[in-house]
Protein backbone atom coordinates (compact mmCIF):
# COMPACT_ATOMS: atom_id res chain seq x y z
CA UNK A 1 0.00 0.00 0.00
CA UNK A 2 1.30 3.32 -1.14
CA UNK A 3 2.70 5.48 1.72
CA UNK A 4 0.03 8.56 1.49
CA UNK A 5 1.53 10.45 4.62
CA UNK A 6 5.09 10.95 2.44
CA UNK A 7 3.16 12.08 -0.57
CA UNK A 8 0.64 14.25 1.70
CA UNK A 9 4.47 15.91 3.24
CA UNK A 10 5.84 16.61 -0.29
CA UNK A 11 2.86 19.19 -0.99
CA UNK A 12 2.82 22.79 0.13
CA UNK A 13 0.13 22.74 2.38
CA UNK A 14 1.50 18.85 3.71
CA UNK A 15 4.66 20.49 4.81
CA UNK A 16 2.62 23.60 6.40
CA UNK A 17 0.11 21.25 8.42
CA UNK A 18 2.66 19.04 9.67
CA UNK A 19 5.29 21.70 10.46
CA UNK A 20 2.44 23.29 13.08
CA UNK A 21 1.03 20.22 14.29
CA UNK A 22 4.89 19.12 15.09
CA UNK A 23 4.37 15.44 13.09
CA UNK A 24 7.64 13.90 11.48
CA UNK A 25 8.53 15.35 7.91
CA UNK A 26 10.24 12.42 5.52
CA UNK A 27 11.68 13.67 2.86
CA UNK A 28 11.33 11.60 -0.63
CA UNK A 29 14.16 10.11 -0.94
CA UNK A 30 17.03 9.81 -3.95
CA UNK A 31 17.09 6.42 -5.05
CA UNK A 32 18.88 4.59 -8.60
CA UNK A 33 16.93 5.11 -11.41
CA UNK A 34 18.34 4.15 -15.02
CA UNK A 35 17.96 8.05 -15.60
CA UNK A 36 20.00 9.24 -12.35
CA UNK A 37 22.19 6.80 -11.35
CA UNK A 38 24.47 8.83 -9.18
CA UNK A 39 24.25 11.68 -7.47
CA UNK A 40 25.99 14.83 -9.28
CA UNK A 41 27.70 17.55 -6.95
CA UNK A 42 30.78 17.80 -4.81
CA UNK A 43 31.65 15.55 -1.99
CA UNK A 44 33.37 17.37 0.63
CA UNK A 45 36.62 14.85 2.06
CA UNK A 46 37.77 16.03 5.71
CA UNK A 47 39.72 14.39 8.14
CA UNK A 48 40.78 14.15 11.60
CA UNK A 49 43.94 13.50 13.24
CA UNK A 50 46.89 11.44 10.57
CA UNK A 51 45.00 9.06 8.86
CA UNK A 52 46.85 6.43 7.03
CA UNK A 53 44.76 6.11 4.86
CA UNK A 54 46.67 9.21 2.70
CA UNK A 55 49.05 8.69 -0.14
CA UNK A 56 48.42 8.68 -3.87
CA UNK A 57 47.08 5.40 -4.02
CA UNK A 58 44.86 5.64 -1.13
CA UNK A 59 41.82 6.93 0.06
CA UNK A 60 41.54 10.70 -2.49
CA UNK A 61 42.37 8.63 -5.48
CA UNK A 62 39.27 6.00 -4.65
CA UNK A 63 36.77 9.00 -3.92
CA UNK A 64 38.29 10.43 -7.04
CA UNK A 65 36.51 7.90 -9.12
CA UNK A 66 33.16 7.18 -7.43
CA UNK A 67 32.23 10.19 -10.25
CA UNK A 68 31.66 12.98 -7.54
CA UNK A 69 33.70 16.31 -7.45
CA UNK A 70 36.16 16.13 -3.99
CA UNK A 71 36.92 19.14 -2.72
CA UNK A 72 38.32 19.96 0.68
CA UNK A 73 35.17 22.76 0.47
CA UNK A 74 32.33 23.24 -0.49
CA UNK A 75 29.57 24.82 -0.17
CA UNK A 76 26.51 22.45 -0.69
CA UNK A 77 28.40 18.90 -0.81
CA UNK A 78 26.03 15.91 -1.46
CA UNK A 79 27.90 13.86 0.52
CA UNK A 80 30.52 14.25 3.01
CA UNK A 81 33.23 11.77 4.03
CA UNK A 82 35.37 12.46 7.05
CA UNK A 83 38.60 10.09 7.37
CA UNK A 84 38.48 9.58 11.29
CA UNK A 85 41.08 6.83 11.13
CA UNK A 86 43.25 8.64 12.41
CA UNK A 87 41.81 9.75 15.50
CA UNK A 88 43.91 7.89 18.57
CA UNK A 89 43.23 9.76 21.48
CA UNK A 90 40.33 12.61 23.26
CA UNK A 91 41.99 15.86 21.15
CA UNK A 92 41.81 14.00 17.37
CA UNK A 93 38.33 13.22 18.31
CA UNK A 94 37.48 16.80 19.25
CA UNK A 95 38.63 17.61 15.10
CA UNK A 96 35.47 15.28 14.45
CA UNK A 97 33.15 17.56 16.31
CA UNK A 98 34.99 20.82 14.85
CA UNK A 99 34.70 19.08 11.19
CA UNK A 100 31.82 18.51 10.91
CA UNK A 101 29.73 20.80 13.45
CA UNK A 102 30.92 23.59 10.66
CA UNK A 103 29.22 21.36 7.52
CA UNK A 104 26.50 19.44 8.59
CA UNK A 105 23.79 21.98 7.83
CA UNK A 106 24.83 22.23 4.44
CA UNK A 107 24.71 18.76 3.59
CA UNK A 108 21.89 18.52 0.09
CA UNK A 109 18.64 16.93 1.05
CA UNK A 110 18.79 12.73 0.84
CA UNK A 111 22.77 13.44 0.76
CA UNK A 112 25.19 10.96 2.98
CA UNK A 113 27.77 11.37 5.52
CA UNK A 114 30.23 9.00 5.89
CA UNK A 115 32.20 8.40 9.02
CA UNK A 116 35.87 6.17 7.89
CA UNK A 117 37.37 4.61 11.39
CA UNK A 118 40.19 2.37 12.20
CA UNK A 119 39.32 -1.63 13.21
CA UNK A 120 38.98 -1.90 17.25
CA UNK A 121 41.34 -4.64 17.49
CA UNK A 122 44.09 -2.55 19.17
CA UNK A 123 44.84 -3.12 22.52
CA UNK A 124 45.88 0.77 22.92
CA UNK A 125 42.85 1.32 25.74
CA UNK A 126 42.64 5.41 24.51
CA UNK A 127 42.51 4.41 20.60
CA UNK A 128 39.91 1.92 21.12
CA UNK A 129 37.72 3.68 23.46
CA UNK A 130 37.81 7.15 20.87
CA UNK A 131 37.00 4.82 17.92
CA UNK A 132 34.32 3.08 19.49
CA UNK A 133 33.28 6.55 20.43
CA UNK A 134 32.61 7.08 17.05
CA UNK A 135 29.81 4.65 16.92
CA UNK A 136 27.70 6.59 19.14
CA UNK A 137 28.76 10.00 17.37
CA UNK A 138 27.15 8.78 13.91
CA UNK A 139 24.56 7.05 15.08
CA UNK A 140 23.24 9.93 17.46
CA UNK A 141 23.73 12.37 14.00
CA UNK A 142 22.01 9.34 12.08
CA UNK A 143 19.08 10.16 14.34
CA UNK A 144 19.14 14.04 14.61
CA UNK A 145 20.09 15.31 10.87
CA UNK A 146 17.28 14.91 9.00
CA UNK A 147 16.29 15.89 5.48
CA UNK A 148 17.21 12.25 4.16
CA UNK A 149 20.58 12.29 4.69
CA UNK A 150 22.15 9.03 6.07
CA UNK A 151 24.90 8.21 8.35
CA UNK A 152 26.91 5.75 8.29
CA UNK A 153 30.44 4.25 9.80
CA UNK A 154 33.21 2.34 7.62
CA UNK A 155 35.82 0.84 9.25
CA UNK A 156 38.51 0.03 6.95
CA UNK A 157 42.41 -0.20 6.95
CA UNK A 158 42.80 -0.18 3.00
CA UNK A 159 40.24 2.06 0.99
CA UNK A 160 41.13 0.11 -2.19
CA UNK A 161 39.75 -2.83 -0.21
CA UNK A 162 36.56 -0.66 0.74
CA UNK A 163 36.07 0.88 -3.18
CA UNK A 164 32.48 -0.99 -4.28
CA UNK A 165 31.13 -0.14 -0.38
CA UNK A 166 32.52 3.72 -0.44
CA UNK A 167 30.73 3.72 -4.21
CA UNK A 168 27.26 1.96 -2.79
CA UNK A 169 27.39 4.62 -0.25
CA UNK A 170 28.51 7.68 -2.11
CA UNK A 171 24.81 6.39 -4.72
CA UNK A 172 21.52 6.20 -4.27
CA UNK A 173 21.47 2.80 -3.87
CA UNK A 174 21.98 3.41 -0.32
CA UNK A 175 19.17 5.40 0.36
CA UNK A 176 17.73 3.25 3.03
CA UNK A 177 20.87 2.13 5.02
CA UNK A 178 21.30 4.48 8.02
CA UNK A 179 22.88 4.36 11.26
CA UNK A 180 25.05 1.48 10.32
CA UNK A 181 28.83 0.42 11.31
CA UNK A 182 30.50 -1.64 8.75
CA UNK A 183 34.08 -3.53 8.74
CA UNK A 184 36.19 -4.11 5.55
CA UNK A 185 38.84 -6.51 5.89
CA UNK A 186 39.70 -10.14 6.57
CA UNK A 187 37.09 -11.45 4.14
CA UNK A 188 38.14 -13.36 0.45
CA UNK A 189 39.82 -11.59 -2.93
CA UNK A 190 38.57 -8.27 -4.05
CA UNK A 191 38.29 -8.17 -7.58
CA UNK A 192 37.89 -4.85 -9.43
CA UNK A 193 35.00 -5.69 -12.20
CA UNK A 194 36.11 -4.75 -15.85
CA UNK A 195 32.93 -2.75 -15.99
CA UNK A 196 31.42 -1.15 -12.59
CA UNK A 197 28.19 -1.05 -14.29
CA UNK A 198 27.75 -4.50 -15.16
CA UNK A 199 29.56 -5.72 -12.04
CA UNK A 200 27.86 -9.70 -12.22
CA UNK A 201 28.42 -10.02 -16.28
CA UNK A 202 29.13 -13.76 -16.88
CA UNK A 203 28.25 -14.44 -12.91
CA UNK A 204 25.09 -16.87 -12.05
CA UNK A 205 23.42 -16.02 -9.30
CA UNK A 206 20.67 -17.63 -7.14
CA UNK A 207 17.62 -16.30 -5.26
CA UNK A 208 15.09 -18.36 -3.26
CA UNK A 209 11.96 -16.82 -2.58
CA UNK A 210 12.38 -14.61 -6.39
CA UNK A 211 8.42 -14.90 -7.39
CA UNK A 212 7.43 -11.77 -5.64
CA UNK A 213 8.32 -8.69 -2.82
CA UNK A 214 12.26 -8.64 -2.22
CA UNK A 215 13.22 -11.73 -3.96
CA UNK A 216 11.73 -10.30 -7.14
CA UNK A 217 13.37 -6.83 -6.48
CA UNK A 218 16.68 -9.08 -5.56
CA UNK A 219 16.53 -10.51 -8.81
CA UNK A 220 15.78 -7.77 -10.91
CA UNK A 221 18.57 -5.99 -9.27
CA UNK A 222 21.19 -8.59 -10.12
CA UNK A 223 19.94 -9.22 -13.43
CA UNK A 224 20.34 -5.27 -13.88
CA UNK A 225 24.15 -5.71 -13.06
CA UNK A 226 24.75 -8.35 -15.44
CA UNK A 227 23.92 -11.57 -13.43
CA UNK A 228 22.61 -14.74 -15.52
CA UNK A 229 19.25 -15.36 -12.51
CA UNK A 230 18.32 -18.58 -11.28
CA UNK A 231 15.00 -17.71 -9.79
CA UNK A 232 13.58 -20.17 -7.15
CA UNK A 233 10.17 -20.35 -5.04
CA UNK A 234 7.96 -22.81 -4.62
CA UNK A 235 5.94 -24.74 -7.01
CA UNK A 236 2.79 -22.95 -5.93
CA UNK A 237 3.50 -19.42 -7.18
CA UNK A 238 5.19 -20.98 -10.97
CA UNK A 239 3.10 -18.86 -12.50
CA UNK A 240 4.59 -15.63 -10.77
CA UNK A 241 8.06 -17.42 -10.74
CA UNK A 242 7.80 -17.64 -14.79
CA UNK A 243 7.00 -14.42 -15.40
CA UNK A 244 9.61 -12.93 -13.29
CA UNK A 245 12.47 -14.66 -14.74
CA UNK A 246 10.91 -14.50 -18.23
CA UNK A 247 11.15 -11.13 -17.57
CA UNK A 248 14.96 -11.09 -16.97
CA UNK A 249 15.75 -13.45 -19.05
CA UNK A 250 16.64 -16.06 -16.38
CA UNK A 251 15.72 -19.53 -15.85
CA UNK A 252 12.78 -20.32 -12.90
CA UNK A 253 13.76 -22.88 -10.55
CA UNK A 254 10.58 -24.18 -8.97
CA UNK A 255 11.42 -26.00 -5.84
CA UNK A 256 9.82 -25.79 -2.44
CA UNK A 257 13.48 -24.96 -0.38
CA UNK A 258 12.31 -26.95 2.87
CA UNK A 259 12.23 -30.50 0.72
CA UNK A 260 15.30 -32.64 2.16
CA UNK A 261 16.78 -32.67 -1.32
CA UNK A 262 16.84 -28.96 -2.15
CA UNK A 263 20.74 -28.80 -2.22
CA UNK A 264 20.62 -32.00 -4.48
CA UNK A 265 18.11 -30.19 -7.26
CA UNK A 266 19.74 -27.00 -6.95
CA UNK A 267 22.87 -28.29 -7.99
CA UNK A 268 21.55 -30.11 -11.05
CA UNK A 269 19.65 -26.85 -11.93
CA UNK A 270 23.17 -24.90 -12.27
CA UNK A 271 25.57 -24.93 -14.86
CA UNK A 272 28.91 -26.77 -14.53
CA UNK A 273 30.87 -23.33 -12.99
CA UNK A 274 28.34 -23.77 -10.39
CA UNK A 275 26.72 -20.18 -8.90
CA UNK A 276 28.15 -17.25 -8.27
CA UNK A 277 26.22 -15.57 -5.83
CA UNK A 278 23.69 -17.70 -3.55
CA UNK A 279 20.53 -15.38 -1.95
CA UNK A 280 18.77 -16.74 0.74
CA UNK A 281 15.73 -14.32 0.87
CA UNK A 282 12.32 -17.39 0.93
CA UNK A 283 10.88 -16.64 4.52
CA UNK A 284 7.82 -16.69 6.18
CA UNK A 285 5.86 -15.58 9.37
CA UNK A 286 3.68 -17.46 11.49
CA UNK A 287 2.83 -15.06 14.21
CA UNK A 288 1.36 -16.04 17.53
CA UNK A 289 2.63 -15.38 21.29
CA UNK A 290 4.37 -18.26 22.57
CA UNK A 291 1.43 -19.17 24.96
CA UNK A 292 -0.81 -19.59 21.51
CA UNK A 293 1.90 -21.02 19.40
CA UNK A 294 1.13 -24.61 17.87
CA UNK A 295 4.52 -26.58 17.15
CA UNK A 296 4.11 -26.39 13.88
CA UNK A 297 4.08 -22.62 13.77
CA UNK A 298 7.41 -22.83 15.19
CA UNK A 299 8.83 -25.76 12.95
CA UNK A 300 7.40 -24.36 9.75
CA UNK A 301 8.90 -20.50 10.38
CA UNK A 302 12.25 -22.54 11.61
CA UNK A 303 12.39 -24.80 8.81
CA UNK A 304 11.78 -22.10 5.88
CA UNK A 305 13.91 -19.10 7.31
CA UNK A 306 16.77 -21.10 9.35
CA UNK A 307 16.81 -25.00 8.37
CA UNK A 308 16.77 -25.10 4.57
CA UNK A 309 19.63 -22.10 4.96
CA UNK A 310 21.85 -24.48 6.73
CA UNK A 311 20.88 -27.60 4.87
CA UNK A 312 21.34 -25.83 1.37
CA UNK A 313 24.43 -23.75 2.51
CA UNK A 314 25.72 -26.86 3.67
CA UNK A 315 25.37 -29.03 0.71
CA UNK A 316 26.43 -26.04 -1.83
CA UNK A 317 30.08 -25.52 -0.25
CA UNK A 318 30.70 -29.00 0.43
CA UNK A 319 29.76 -29.93 -3.26
CA UNK A 320 31.96 -27.13 -4.72
CA UNK A 321 28.90 -25.58 -6.13
CA UNK A 322 30.09 -22.03 -5.08
CA UNK A 323 32.80 -20.94 -7.73
CA UNK A 324 35.87 -19.15 -5.97
CA UNK A 325 34.73 -15.39 -5.79
CA UNK A 326 31.20 -16.71 -4.48
CA UNK A 327 29.03 -14.78 -2.26
CA UNK A 328 26.19 -16.07 -0.06
CA UNK A 329 23.67 -13.49 1.04
CA UNK A 330 21.02 -14.37 3.54
CA UNK A 331 17.91 -12.29 4.98
CA UNK A 332 17.83 -11.89 8.28
CA UNK A 333 15.53 -8.83 9.87
CA UNK A 334 15.58 -6.16 13.00
CA UNK A 335 12.87 -8.84 14.54
CA UNK A 336 16.06 -11.07 14.62
CA UNK A 337 17.88 -8.04 16.30
CA UNK A 338 15.61 -6.46 18.41
CA UNK A 339 12.56 -8.91 19.48
CA UNK A 340 9.27 -9.01 18.46
CA UNK A 341 5.84 -9.66 20.27
CA UNK A 342 4.46 -12.47 18.89
CA UNK A 343 7.51 -13.41 17.04
CA UNK A 344 9.45 -15.58 18.90
CA UNK A 345 9.80 -18.24 15.91
CA UNK A 346 10.58 -15.93 13.06
CA UNK A 347 13.02 -13.83 15.51
CA UNK A 348 14.87 -16.86 16.84
CA UNK A 349 15.22 -17.92 13.02
CA UNK A 350 16.50 -14.27 11.68
CA UNK A 351 18.98 -14.65 14.49
CA UNK A 352 19.85 -17.72 13.55
CA UNK A 353 20.77 -16.73 10.21
CA UNK A 354 22.82 -13.48 11.91
CA UNK A 355 24.66 -16.40 14.03
CA UNK A 356 25.19 -18.78 10.68
CA UNK A 357 27.00 -15.78 8.60
CA UNK A 358 29.18 -14.76 11.65
CA UNK A 359 30.49 -18.08 12.44
CA UNK A 360 30.60 -19.74 8.57
CA UNK A 361 32.27 -16.11 7.20
CA UNK A 362 35.65 -16.55 8.25
CA UNK A 363 36.01 -20.70 7.17
CA UNK A 364 33.98 -20.11 4.34
CA UNK A 365 36.27 -17.16 2.94
CA UNK A 366 39.44 -19.43 4.36
CA UNK A 367 38.61 -22.90 2.37
CA UNK A 368 36.18 -21.76 -0.54
CA UNK A 369 36.87 -18.09 -1.02
CA UNK A 370 33.64 -17.34 -0.73
CA UNK A 371 31.86 -14.36 1.65
CA UNK A 372 29.15 -14.68 3.99
CA UNK A 373 26.90 -11.76 5.16
CA UNK A 374 23.26 -10.72 5.98
CA UNK A 375 21.17 -7.84 5.34
CA UNK A 376 18.69 -7.35 7.80
CA UNK A 377 15.45 -5.34 6.82
CA UNK A 378 13.31 -2.91 9.30
CA UNK A 379 10.25 -1.91 7.50
CA UNK A 380 9.66 -2.97 3.89
CA UNK A 381 6.80 -1.79 1.83
CA UNK A 382 5.59 -5.67 0.31
CA UNK A 383 2.52 -7.92 0.49
CA UNK A 384 3.99 -9.48 4.27
CA UNK A 385 3.87 -5.72 5.64
CA UNK A 386 0.11 -4.85 4.20
CA UNK A 387 -1.01 -7.31 6.35
CA UNK A 388 0.26 -6.03 9.59
CA UNK A 389 -2.59 -3.96 11.01
CA UNK A 390 -3.14 -0.16 9.72
CA UNK A 391 -1.66 2.01 13.29
CA UNK A 392 1.46 -0.94 13.83
CA UNK A 393 1.99 -0.37 9.99
CA UNK A 394 1.93 3.32 10.81
CA UNK A 395 4.19 2.90 13.73
CA UNK A 396 6.94 0.57 11.67
CA UNK A 397 6.91 3.33 8.74
CA UNK A 398 7.77 6.01 11.23
CA UNK A 399 9.76 4.72 13.93
CA UNK A 400 13.19 5.00 11.49
CA UNK A 401 15.14 8.26 11.74
CA UNK A 402 14.05 8.38 7.60
CA UNK A 403 10.31 8.27 8.64
CA UNK A 404 9.19 6.46 6.54
CA UNK A 405 9.36 2.25 5.37
CA UNK A 406 11.93 1.29 2.58
CA UNK A 407 11.14 -0.19 -0.39
CA UNK A 408 12.22 -3.95 -2.07
CA UNK A 409 14.53 -2.23 -3.97
CA UNK A 410 16.75 -0.93 -1.50
CA UNK A 411 17.03 -4.60 0.12
CA UNK A 412 17.88 -5.20 -3.03
CA UNK A 413 20.76 -3.06 -3.82
CA UNK A 414 22.16 -3.74 -0.39
CA UNK A 415 22.53 -7.02 -1.45
CA UNK A 416 23.74 -6.80 -5.17
CA UNK A 417 26.84 -4.24 -3.14
CA UNK A 418 27.42 -7.66 -0.88
CA UNK A 419 27.42 -9.83 -4.12
CA UNK A 420 29.87 -7.17 -5.86
CA UNK A 421 33.02 -9.39 -7.06
CA UNK A 422 34.86 -6.38 -5.73
CA UNK A 423 33.68 -6.56 -2.01
CA UNK A 424 35.37 -9.88 -0.91
CA UNK A 425 36.42 -7.82 2.00
CA UNK A 426 32.93 -7.20 3.57
CA UNK A 427 32.33 -10.76 5.01
CA UNK A 428 30.67 -11.77 8.27
CA UNK A 429 28.49 -8.75 8.27
CA UNK A 430 24.66 -8.59 9.10
CA UNK A 431 24.11 -4.96 7.57
CA UNK A 432 20.32 -3.33 8.26
CA UNK A 433 18.04 -2.62 5.65
CA UNK A 434 16.03 0.01 7.80
CA UNK A 435 16.48 3.70 7.86
CA UNK A 436 17.63 3.45 11.19
CA UNK A 437 14.90 1.83 12.74
CA UNK A 438 14.47 2.71 16.55
CA UNK A 439 13.89 -0.95 17.44
CA UNK A 440 16.75 -2.51 18.41
CA UNK A 441 19.09 0.32 17.87
P1 LIG B 1 7.00 -12.31 0.68
O1 LIG B 1 6.07 -13.14 1.51
O2 LIG B 1 6.40 -11.22 -0.14
O3 LIG B 1 7.87 -13.25 -0.27
C1 LIG B 1 8.51 -14.40 0.22
C2 LIG B 1 8.68 -15.38 -0.92
O4 LIG B 1 9.31 -16.55 -0.39
C3 LIG B 1 7.34 -15.81 -1.52
O5 LIG B 1 7.36 -15.73 -2.93
C4 LIG B 1 7.19 -17.24 -1.05
O6 LIG B 1 6.46 -18.08 -1.92
C5 LIG B 1 8.66 -17.68 -0.94
N1 LIG B 1 8.78 -18.85 -0.08
C6 LIG B 1 8.20 -19.04 1.13
N2 LIG B 1 8.47 -20.29 1.55
C7 LIG B 1 9.22 -20.90 0.60
C8 LIG B 1 9.79 -22.18 0.47
N3 LIG B 1 9.61 -23.11 1.41
N4 LIG B 1 10.51 -22.47 -0.63
C9 LIG B 1 10.69 -21.54 -1.59
N5 LIG B 1 10.15 -20.29 -1.53
C10 LIG B 1 9.43 -19.98 -0.44
O7 LIG B 1 8.07 -11.74 1.72
P2 LIG B 1 9.06 -10.47 1.61
O8 LIG B 1 8.48 -9.37 2.38
O9 LIG B 1 9.45 -10.25 0.21
O10 LIG B 1 10.30 -11.02 2.46
C11 LIG B 1 11.45 -11.60 1.88
C12 LIG B 1 12.45 -11.90 2.97
O11 LIG B 1 12.73 -10.71 3.70
C13 LIG B 1 11.95 -12.91 4.00
O12 LIG B 1 13.03 -13.72 4.43
C14 LIG B 1 11.48 -12.03 5.14
O13 LIG B 1 11.49 -12.71 6.37
C15 LIG B 1 12.50 -10.93 5.08
N6 LIG B 1 12.08 -9.67 5.71
C16 LIG B 1 11.05 -8.93 5.22
C17 LIG B 1 10.70 -7.74 5.83
C18 LIG B 1 9.60 -6.87 5.32
O14 LIG B 1 9.36 -5.81 5.92
N7 LIG B 1 8.90 -7.21 4.25
C19 LIG B 1 11.39 -7.26 7.03
C20 LIG B 1 12.47 -8.12 7.44
C21 LIG B 1 12.79 -9.27 6.81
Redesign the pocket.
Given at each position: MADRYLSFTGTTPGRFLTRRLGLPQPTALHRWSAEHPSFTGELLHLSAGKSPLDGPDGLAAVLGRTGLAVRARSERPVAVVLDATGVTDIDTLAEVHAALHAVVRSVARSGRVIVLGAPLDTADHHQAAVQQALEGFVRSLGKEIGRGITVTLLRLTDANAAESTLRFLLSPKSAYVSGQVIGIGGGAEVTAPADWALPLAGRTALV????????EAVAATLARDGARVVC???P??AVELDSVAGRLGGTALP????APDAGARILAALPSEGLDVLVH?????RDRRLVNMAAERWSSVLD??LA?VLRTTDALLSAGGLATGGRIVA?????GLAGNAGQTN?AAS?AGVAGLVRALAPNAAAEHGVTVNAV?????E????TAVPLFIREAGRRMNSLGQGGL?VD?AETTAWLAHPASGGVNGQVVRVCGQSLLGA
Open positions: TGAARGIGLDVGALDITNAGITVNSTASIAYKAPGFITKMTPV
